[in-house]
């Protein structure tokens, strides 16, 4: 059985097990042949449905992606002022480091605290923003019950609208972002040293994010060649009328 078909297999496995109020794990499907340097993670918002690469939850720098803890802890536990939602916008769409600074600075817990929250194993802040860590697994379930639980947040509307170039001149159209069906993105990349760089994204029913010590052309290659028949699947299952009632997915026939 290939991958696309296993996960695809799961999901309607998952779907009719939760209809019929019966418990058991989805089998996951093989793994796929990607080069090491690069972890992937793809989940779907049906909880416990997912495909990731054997190095998913390996702890890795967390460059600009944090930003997304930080945005979401800002918004839900901060002050309410308009100045972290301003200063989330600059994050998320444009990779603002000094927005980012100014956030860490004012909310230090930040992603210690999302990280407890949202179970995030992989992933810690206590160093500061720019030294934080996380995993491709712990960005994707976080995207994932980011669309489940608040899919309204302001963190998901400004990847949706994130600028073509970052705050540093980056052009930010990398890795995850180039998958079909793509609706919002953030990405992140090392300043100095050796090339790393991140994506994640989310569309129609799924979430995705990559990590890779190389370059964005590196990541895109690897991306591409691994998920992208997975991802179209996806969107196509979940496109269904009411495939998904029970979490209130209804998409266009």
């Not at 042949?33 to 967390?62: K, M």
């Not at 980056?170 to 793509?182: E, F, I, K, N």
Request: glycine fraction near 12%; charged fraction near 20%; charge should be negative.
């Amino acid at each position: 059985m290939g991958y696309r078909a296993g996960l695809i297999g799961a999901l309607v496995a998952g779907v009719c097990l939760g209809a019929a109020g019966e418990a058991g794990a989805a089998p996951e499907p093989p793994q796929v042949e990607v080069p090491p340097r690069t972890s992937i993670s793809v989940r779907s918002v049906v909880p416990g449905v997912q495909w990731g690469t054997a190095n998913e939850r390996e702890s890795r720098g967390g460059l600009s992606i944090v930003k997304l803890y930080m945005a979401d802890y800002a918004l839900r536990h901060g002050d309410g002022s308009e100045e972290d939602k301003r200063l989330g916008e600059r994050m998320i769409r444009y990779s603002d480091d000094g927005a980012a600074d100014a956030m860490a600075a004012k909310y230090p817990q930040a992603i210690d605290a999302v990280a407890a929250e949202y179970q995030l194993s992989a992933t810690q802040g206590s160093g500061g923003w720019a030294v934080s860590s996380t995993s491709t697994a712990d960005v994707s379930d976080f995207l994932a019950a980011k669309m489940r639980s608040d899919p309204e947040s302001p963190v998901l509307t400004w990847m949706s609208e994130a600028s073509p170039v970052a705050a540093d001149g980056t052009v930010q159209d990398w890795g995850t972002s180039r998958l079909p069906q793509v609706q919002g993105s953030k990405w992140g990349w090392a300043d100095v040293g050796v090339p790393e760089v991140a994506s994640a994204s989310y569309g129609p029913g799924f979430t995705v994010s990559a990590h890779t010590y190389g370059t964005a052309d590196e990541q895109t290659e690897d991306v591409l060649g691994a998920v992208t028949g997975l991802v179209t699947d996806l969107w196509t299952a979940n496109s269904r009328p009411c495939l998904l009632p029970q979490i209130g997915w209804c998409g266009p026939a």
